[in-house]
């Protein structure tokens, strides 16, 4: 089994910038594909970004290109989703997703295997 852990949401202004953590634990994978999804009120899940656990190479959303960046840090087991340029467009809560099937660069919700429990990102107008 394994479970992920997010950090690093909270309330921050339009223009704005946050940075999410994702911390796998259990029975991790070096194949693993890493993604950030996120959900809006009334809204279904979308496909925000991915990237390969080992590999330096990324997927975006367009809603979110040149605004987020995902990135690993293989030493201290964590995924990142910088968030910058932040819109009122972007509050939702946010999940990280980690998957071994499925494509190299997944965007459905259904090529992932495990899921944190979501922290909740608010951008005030």
């Known amino acids: 089994q394994v479970q992920l852990v997010e950090s690093g949401g909270g309330l921050v202004q339009t223009g704005g910038s946050l940075r999410l953590s994702c911390a796998p634990s259990?029975?991790?994978?070096?194949?693993?594909?890493m993604g950030w999804f996120r959900q809006a009120p009334g809204k279904e899940r979308e496909f925000v970004a991915c990237?390969?656990?080992?590999?330096?190479?990324?997927y975006y959303a367009d809603s979110v290109k040149g605004r987020f960046t995902i990135s690993r840090d293989n030493a201290k087991n964590t995924v990142y989703l910088q968030m910058n340029s932040l819109k009122p467009g972007d509050t939702a809560v946010y999940y990280c997703?980690?998957?071994?099937?499925?494509?190299?660069?997944?965007?459905?919700?259904?090529?992932?295997?495990?899921w944190g429990q979501g922290t909740q990102v608010t951008v005030s107008s």
């Open positions: 997703a980690a998957g071994l099937g499925g494509s190299n660069y997944p965007t459905a919700s259904t090529e992932y295997d495990y």
């Open positions: 259990g029975r991790t994978s070096s194949s693993f594909r």
């Open positions: 990237i390969r656990w080992s590999g330096f190479s990324a």
